[in-house]
Structures are given as C-alpha cells and as structure tokens.
C-alpha cells in the first residue's frame, strides 16, 4: 500500500509530511533515508508523521526523522507547517500539538505567517545535554579552528551557536559535520554560525544534525537568538537572516520562544511502493 504524502517548506528548509492519525504508519529508517533521497526518492531535509496523541486539547503528535533517518525532538520550521495544517483542518486561529519535546502551540500571525510557541530554553549543560559540567554560555571545550566557544542551548534538541564577524566566510560544509559530532555532544548537535548586524538583526547559517547544511532551521534560529540576548548582543526580539529567509524570534522574559515565520506547500503526491 502506498502513502499520500504532502511536501511543504519553511524558507526553503523542507518535508515530507504524512497523515497517519488514522492509518499507522512506521517507517523504517532506511525507508526514510530512501524517501529523503533528492535523487531516487521525493527529496527533504526531515520526515514528518503526524499521529494521534492522547495529550488533551492536542490535535495530533508530530513525529519527526531527520533525512539520516534518525528521530529528532524539534523541528521549528516543521512545526509551523504543521500547525498550519491543523487549523486549516479545523477552521480555527490556534491549535496544539505534540512532540517528543512536549506540547507546542501554534497561530495565526500577519501576512499569511504562522507564529509557533516554541517552548522554554534549556541552559543548563546536561539539559542540552553536554558531556559534563560546563558553563554552557561559552563551551570552551568546543573551540573549533579559531573559532571561540559556543553558546550550547537546547529547545528540545541541541545547539551550538558560534558569534563570528563574517558568517558567509565561514567553510560550513567543511567543518560542520566535524561539529556535529564533537565528543562534548553525546547527542550530536546542530551547528550554527551567526553574525550580529544589530541589536534586532543576525545572519546565521547552519548545520542541521543528519541533515548538513539547510536553507533553515527554526529551532536553529530560535537558540540563535537566546544565544544573542545571553551574550548581550541583541534585542530580546530579533530578525535572523537566513540562507531561505528570515524568520522574526522572541525570548519572553518567562522563558518562552516565540518563532514567526511563512510556511508553503509545495506539491502532493503518492510515494511509490518501491520506496
């Protein structure tokens, strides 16, 4: 039996999403990896499920795979298609949903962008989780080819953002997967380098964990700009400039952050049994 899927994007960081709420579906990881092919499958950076869940007032739980086939706890830019599914479906201006990170909460913003309630930050090193104690504003023991320590946060799933003056000089696709899988990140994580351009302004790129380098991250642009306000560079709300686009993030003074940004369907389709 195949599977009706949709593909969508957030600035250009893209997914296969499935329903199966009603009709279970569990792929394997390397079925995964073949739907993610760009080349011999449709192509996405994550795979996304969306199931049931028994959370009250959820409206379904969002399971999320890296293109490695690997499962994730977050994924922003993921989350605001989702929720932009569930309230076309309803009709409605907000909606909640699950994920392994917990509940998010999604609505309408202006000019056709979706807002998600990304949830707390984690700033302690082994909510992260890092290796051992470490002051997990600067992690010395990441330092990387010149490049000073970064600022680990976790927002369901870890980060580390390096401050660098000129961020499109920065070998990404060099150094990125190296990153990813230093020994201080039992988890692996996210990389992302940032460059301040004002206090309500940051370019950054990044290296998503199993996926390399995207086009965004929202969860990526979320620590981002925790990352920022700790260091006292920004604003606590800010635009970051990404290779898709931008997105605008908000920290709130009780910790949440808040992620704004457009979501576009790109095509349906039906996966092929072969997949």
């Known amino acids: 039996m195949t599977r009706e899927f949709l593909k969508m994007h957030g600035l250009g960081n893209d997914?296969?999403?499935?329903?199966?709420?009603?009709?279970?579906?569990?792929?394997?990881e390397a079925e995964v990896r073949a739907i993610a092919n760009r080349r011999t499958g449709v192509g996405c950076d994550q795979f996304i499920v969306l199931e049931?869940?028994?959370?009250?007032g959820a409206s379904g739980f969002m399971r999320i795979r890296n293109?490695?086939?690997?499962?994730?706890?977050?994924?922003?830019?993921?989350?605001?298609?989702?929720?932009?599914l569930l309230m076309e479906e309803s009709g409605g201006d907000r909606v909640t949903f699950q994920t392994a990170a917990g509940l998010l909460?999604?609505?309408?913003?202006d000019n056709g962008r979706?807002?998600?309630?990304?949830?707390?930050?984690?700033?302690?090193?082994?909510?992260?989780?890092?290796?051992?104690?470490?002051?997990?504003l600067r992690v010395e023991a990441v330092a990387h080819a010149g490049y000073a320590g970064p600022v680990a946060v976790s927002m369901g799933n870890p980060h580390a953002v390096f401050f660098v003056d000129d961020v499109d000089a920065v070998p990404l696709d060099d150094i990125g997967a190296a990153l990813e899988h230093h020994p201080f990140f039992p988890?692996?994580?996210?990389?992302?380098?940032?460059?301040?351009?004002?206090?309500?302004?940051?370019?950054?790129?990044?290296?998503?964990?199993?996926?390399?380098i995207t086009q965004a991250c929202g969860s990526g642009s979320c620590a981002t700009q925790v990352a920022a306000v700790r260091r006292?560079?920004?604003?606590?709300?800010?635009?970051?400039?990404?290779?898709g686009g931008t997105l605008t993030i908000e920290w709130t003074e009780d910790n949440r952050?808040?992620?704004?940004?457009?979501?576009?369907?790109?095509?349906?389709?039906?996966l092929s049994a072969g997949l």
Request: aromatic content about 6%; glycine content about 10%; proline content about 8%.
């Open 15 to 28: 997914f296969v999403v499935i329903d199966a709420r009603n009709t279970p579906y569990q792929p394997s």
């Open 52 to 56: 049931p869940s028994d959370a009250p």
């Open 67 to 84: 293109a490695d086939g690997g499962e994730v706890g977050a994924c922003g830019n993921a989350s605001r298609c989702v929720g932009w």
């Open 105 to 109: 909460h999604a609505s309408r913003a």
């Open 114 to 136: 979706i807002t998600v309630d990304m949830g707390p930050a984690r700033l302690d090193w082994s909510e992260v989780p890092l290796a051992g104690p470490a002051d997990t």
């Open 187 to 212: 988890e692996r994580a996210n990389i992302e380098f940032a460059q301040i351009l004002s206090p309500t302004s940051i370019r950054m790129r990044v290296w998503e964990r199993g996926a390399g």
């Open 232 to 243: 006292g560079l920004t604003e606590r709300k800010a635009d970051v400039i990404l290779d």
């Open 257 to 270: 952050v808040l992620m704004t940004g457009p979501v576009a369907v790109s095509f349906s389709g039906r």
